[in-house]
Every structure is written in structure tokens, then in C-alpha cells.
């Protein structure tokens, strides 16, 4: 089975040419991220990813988290990894300063997601929750709750998790039920979530719960749902840790993926009531916990990059190894490995290509966040939080989609042996499986693409978008870039004929609309990374002549070519499906199913 070994070079490449890590580390704020020590941080985090966690992935994968008589245990060796990961600062490598965060940049730490994702997946789920439930509390919570709570989650003596499902409110939030009933200084939550990854482990000795419920009298919907913060173990006014808090994990899911990652079905209130604290404004809690979401669904999308990344290398190495059948055109001589068939080269290419292209594309999305946020011109933070926006649920649909697609690859590169346990290559397809369900599913996706992104705007950021893409066209001039320059040209055309189709039809059928809602995500999806992989072909010819790594820049060009021909070609089709035939979706009656 193959070991990790993180993407270093293509990385640097992607964060200092496509991604502006130069103007990002020259923002207010970013002085201590010099270039050493951005690839000081991407050195460590690979051999922490490739060291620790990686040999800890297929064992946990065995093993599973179970629940004991005291709570859920994690696999064998996660605790002492993540205690490793915590001293290392890593939980905190974007946070506040002032928190004990390390305040670097958000680009870097997409970097190091993708290689806690790709080495494994399921200690990674814990992080990243955390990262959410920071994101809510940083924004949303009092002084108080700040003061007890931020650093620890931060630093990662503590983890965090959101508990937004229920049995009958998973997509619908509007149908939650939890109640949470005022109480002196704090409210009593009772009620039943499921679902909830990492809920409840023993690597941390305190975890918070960030829960989605509703006051007596609040009004129907999603517009009585308010935001609490549920510690497991609640703190004494000392800043100690106090009693047990009335919430238990009363069971975990069997399930086809993550297996060391725990879903737990949480229960709240079972004796006394679970003490909880108001995070934010009554009644405004899916707003609040909309800025954990949209952290976590960006980080859903760098985990669709990360597991991809990982299923390709499985392969590779495979394919080089495996001996089969001969070069073709040849009856007799040597037998080869199966890298030298070109229907493999093509899996393998078409793997890569599409590889390379979610991470340019994940990573210049994390610059546009850095820039969002900390730029010193207001109307430039605002043209990149609206293309943050606008793409967010484009990265989380399209690299969760194409996750599958890889990791199933993957295995088709491995034959039979890709179906057997033993390579390792199927707990890829089984653990990516889920990126494009939870967090919202691709349908949610791309009905918040079409109804709460493009619409309201009547498709400005998207219309910047285009004009930015189309500049990139016009520099590929050069003739051994035609190819590219011609399929993203058509790319492009196809693009903004589906968006006018979607803007024109949106509030006249929206049934039509939402029909073809997935198709116009993924067509949105492949054009930008056919947008990346052009920007990286015109880096590459340019640099080309005076550069000693020759090899990583023709590779870089044969693979964007590859993109173009083989990869963009699909957008003409999704184009196709979304002006012409979304709404035969709903041409046969319930009963005719
Ligand atoms: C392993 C795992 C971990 C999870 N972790 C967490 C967690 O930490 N916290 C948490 O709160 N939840 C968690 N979840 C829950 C997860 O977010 C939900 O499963 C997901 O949002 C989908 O909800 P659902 O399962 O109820 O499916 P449903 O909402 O019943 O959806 C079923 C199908 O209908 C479609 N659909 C539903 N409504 C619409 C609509 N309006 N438009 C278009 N299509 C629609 C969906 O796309 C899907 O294809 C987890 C789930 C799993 C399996």
C-alpha cells in the first residue's frame, strides 16, 4: 500500500503563481508569513501528515471509534496523533494571535488541509470541525463566552462540533424540534441529534457542541432556530472544568466510510436538562451558524482535493508496478507494467489533470478569501468576498463529485486487487463518498448556487467572473497554446449561455430552474479549473526558457493540455443539459415512477 507523500512542488507552485502568495503575505496583518516560512510550514505539515497520520489511516479504517461504558474511544494511536498535531500548533495555524493562534494566512492553511485530508480523512473531520465552531464563536459569541471557550478551541485542547441534524430535519432545518428553555443565565436544551462527526472521543478532555434549537414561543421555521454553545464538561468560574453537562453519545453509526471518524446520535437533556449558552441573537441562529457552514463547506471541498490526491498516488504507484500484457502493437516480447497501456495513462492523466486543477482553483478561492478580509481598499474586499461567496458551494459540489470520480478511477487502475480490501484503494472510494452529502448535499449546493447566489445579484459576480476568465483568454496567443486558448474559449461561451439561460429562467420556472441547478454547478465547476489550469499553461510557456525545473513546467503543459481536450469537452454537454433539457426532469408523474 502506498504511504502519502504531500504534492510539495505543485503546491508551491500553485500558491506563488496562481494564487498571489506574494500579495497575500503583503497584506495588513500577514508580515510574519515570509515565503521561508511558508515552506518551513508546508515542509513540517507533510512529514507530520506523511509520518503520523497516514500509517494511522487503514488501521483506523479497521478498527473504527467505538462507544464504551464512558463515551466513544477513538482508534488506536489517534489520541497520541492528535495530541502530536495540537503541540505542533496546527489547530490554530489561521487563528487569532491574541487566542494563541498563529494568524497565518488562510492559504496556507488550505495547504495543510489538503494534507491532513489526503493522509486521513477521518482524524481530519475533527479539526475541521473545530475550525467551524471557532469561526461561529469568534463572530457571534459574547465577551464571556469568548474568554472561556475561544482559546481552548483554538489551541485544540478542546474540539468542537455542530449539531444541526435531526431524524426529521436534515436538508429542511425549518422542521428541527430541540427546545431550549431560558434558565437564569443560560437556557436547558433538551432533544435528540444525529449524525454528529466527532461528537463525543477521549483525545481532548473537554468537547463543544454548537446546537441548533428553539426557544418556547419562537416563531415556525428556520426563522425561530437560535445558535447554543453545550459544553460535555461545564466550567467553574475559576476557568476549571466543572461537572458532566446533561449531554451523552447514546450510539454510533455503522457506516460505509470514515470509520474512525464517530457519528454520533447525541442526546440532550435526558435528567435535568443540558446547560446551554446563547450564541449570537435569539432567533438569528441559522444565520450565525451559516459562517460555521460556509467554513466547513469550503473545507468539504479542499477534502474532496485531498482524498482525490491520495487515490491517485495509490494508483500510480500501482501502475508502475503491475506487470500485464504487452506494449501495444507488440505480440511477443517483454510483458509491461500497466503504466505503458494508454487506456491506464489516460486514467491516470485524467486523475492528475483534474486534480491539479481543484487544488488551483481551491487554493485561489482561499487567496480570495485572505484578500476578502484583509485588504486595505473596502470595494476590492468586497469584489473578492462576492466571488467567495458566489464559488463556495461550486468548490464544495464539484471537488466533492469529483472526489468519487477519482477514487472510483482509482480502483478501475487497480483491476480486481482495487475491489479487495488489502490496497487500500477502495477505503478512498468509500471514504469520499460521503464529502458530497454532508454539509449540504450537491442538490442543496446548487440550489443555494442558482437561488441565493446567482439570482439575488442577477449574476454581477458571476458576470465578473467571466470578464476575468475571458482576460486569461485573450493572453493565449501563443501557438503551442492554441488547444487550450480554442476549449476554453468554447468553455467560456458555454458558460455564460447557461447563466443567462438560468437567469432568465429562475423566476419564471423555478421547477426548470432547480432542475437543471447540479448541471449548471458542475459546468461552473470545470470551467474553472479549465480557467486555473490555462493561468498555470501561461505561467509554465512563460518561464519556460529561463528555468532549471524544465521538467514540472512541461508537465504542467501537457497536463493543462490534456484538461482542455479531454476534460473541458464535457461543459459543451452540461451546457446542453441545462438550456435544453433540465425540465423533462419532471416529465413523468409520482405514480409513473
Ligand atoms: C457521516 C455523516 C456525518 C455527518 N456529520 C454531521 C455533523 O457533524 N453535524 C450535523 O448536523 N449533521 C451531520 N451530518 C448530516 C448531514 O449533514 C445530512 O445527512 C445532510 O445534510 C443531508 O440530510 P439528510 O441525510 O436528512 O438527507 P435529506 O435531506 O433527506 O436528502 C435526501 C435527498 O433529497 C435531496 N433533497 C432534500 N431536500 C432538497 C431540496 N430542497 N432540493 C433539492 N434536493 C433536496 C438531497 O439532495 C438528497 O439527495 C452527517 C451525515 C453523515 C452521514
Known amino acids: 500500500m502506498t504511504t502519502y507523500s504531500a504534492p510539495l512542488r505543485d503546491m508551491q507552485f500553485v500558491m506563488k503563481d496562481l494564487a498571489d502568495l506574494d500579495g497575500v503575505t503583503e497584506l495588513p496583518g500577514n508580515a510574519e508569513a515570509t515565503p521561508d516560512l511558508v515552506n518551513a510550514v508546508l515542509e513540517e505539515a507533510a512529514k507530520l501528515a506523511s509520518e503520523v497520520l497516514a500509517p494511522l489511516n487503514k488501521p483506523g479504517d479497521a478498527q473504527g471509534a467505538r462507544l464504551g461504558d464512558g463515551g466513544v474511544l477513538a482508534a488506536d494511536g489517534f489520541a497520541v496523533a492528535y495530541q502530536q498535531f495540537v503541540n505542533g500548533g496546527w489547530n490554530g495555524l489561521s487563528g487569532d494571535p491574541e487566542c494563541g493562534g498563529q494568524g497565518l494566512p488562510e492559504l496556507v492553511l488550505t495547504a495543510t488541509i489538503e494534507m491532513w485530508n489526503a493522509a486521513n480523512m477521518s482524524f481530519a473531520l475533527c479539526p475541521l470541525l473545530t475550525a467551524g465552531a471557532m469561526e461561529a464563536l469568534k463572530h457571534h459569541g459574547s465577551p464571556t463566552l469568548k474568554k472561556s471557550y475561544l482559546a481552548k478551541l483554538v489551541t485544540g485542547d478542546w474540539t468542537g462540533t455542530m449539531n444541526l441534524t435531526e431524524p426529521q430535519a436534515g436538508s429542511d432545518l425549518s422542521a428541527v424540534r430541540t427546545s431550549a428553555v431560558p434558565h437564569g443565565d443560560h437556557y436547558r436544551l433538551y432533544g435528540q441529534k444525529i449524525f454528529i462527526t466527532w461528537g463525543d472521543h477521549d483525545m481532548t478532555e473537554n468537547v463543544v457542541h454548537l446546537v441548533l434549537a428553539r426557544t418556547p414561543d419562537a416563531p415556525e421555521g428556520v426563522r425561530g432556530l437560535s445558535l447554543f454553545l453545550v459544553p460535555k464538561i461545564l466550567i467553574n468560574a475559576d476557568g476549571t472544568l466543572g461537572e458532566r453537562n446533561d449531554v451523552r453519545c447514546v450510539s454510533i453509526e455503522h457506516k460505509l466510510g470514515i470509520h474512525a471518524s464517530p457519528t454520533c446520535v447525541m442526546s440532550f437533556g435526558e435528567q435535568e436538562g443540558a446547560v446551554g449558552f446563547l450564541v449570537g441573537e435569539e432567533n438569528k441562529g441559522l444565520a450565525h451558524m451559516f459562517t460555521m457552514m460556509n467554513e466547513a463547506r469550503q473545507k468539504v471541498g479542499i477534502q474532496g482535493l485531498g482524498i482525490a490526491e491520495r487515490a491517485y498516488q495509490q494508483a500510480r504507484d500501482y501502475a508502475k508496478e503491475r506487470i500485464q500484457g504487452r506494449p501495444v502493437g507488440h505480440k511477443a516480447g517483454e510483458r509491461v507494467a500497466i503504466i505503458h497501456h494508454p487506456d491506464v495513462r489516460r486514467m491516470l492523466l485524467s486523475m492528475k489533470a483534474q486534480i491539479e486543477a481543484m487544488r488551483a482553483f481551491a487554493y485561489v478561492m482561499a487567496a480570495d478569501m485572505d484578500f476578502a478580509r484583509r485588504h486595505p481598499d473596502p470595494a476590492e474586499r ?212
Open 382 to 593: 468586497g469584489r473578492r468576498q462576492a466571488r467567495v461567496s458566489l464559488l463556495i458551494p461550486v468548490l464544495k459540489g464539484w471537488c466533492s463529485e469529483l472526489a468519487i470520480e477519482i477514487a472510483s478511477t482509482g480502483i478501475q487502475v487497480h483491476g480486481g486487487m482495487g475491489y479487495i480490501e488489502e490496497t487500500g484503494a477502495s477505503q478512498y472510494l468509500r471514504d469520499s463518498r460521503i464529502a458530497s452529502i454532508y454539509e449540504g448535499t450537491t442538490g442543496i449546493q446548487a440550489a443555494d448556487l442558482v437561488g441565493r447566489k446567482l439570482a439575488p445579484d442577477q449574476g454581477e459576480a458571476m458576470t465578473d467572473l467571466i470578464r476575468e476568465i475571458r482576460a486569461i483568454e485573450a493572453k493565449l496567443g501563443d501557438e503551442e497554446l492554441k488547444a487550450i486558448r480554442d476549449a476554453l474559449t468554447a468553455a467560456v461561451d458555454a458558460l455564460q449561455l447557461a447563466t443567462r439561460w438560468v437567469l432568465e429562467i429562475v423566476g419564471r420556472d423555478p421547477q426548470a430552474a432547480m432542475a437543471a441547478s447540479v448541471s449548471y454547478l458542475m459546468l461552473v465547476g470545470y470551467v474553472c479549473g479549465g480557467w486555473q489550469m490555462a493561468r498555470a499553461a501561461l505561467v509554465c510557456k512563460r518561464e519556460l526558457p529561463s528555468l532549471e525545473d524544465h521538467d514540472f513546467h512541461r508537465q504542467k503543459l501537457a497536463t493543462a493540455r490534456f484538461y482542455a481536450d479531454q476534460i473541458l469537452p464535457k461543459v459543451d454537454a452540461l451546457r446542453k443539459a441545462v438550456t435544453s433539457g433540465a425540465s423533462t426532469a419532471m416529465a413523468l408523474t409520482e405514480e409513473q415512477f
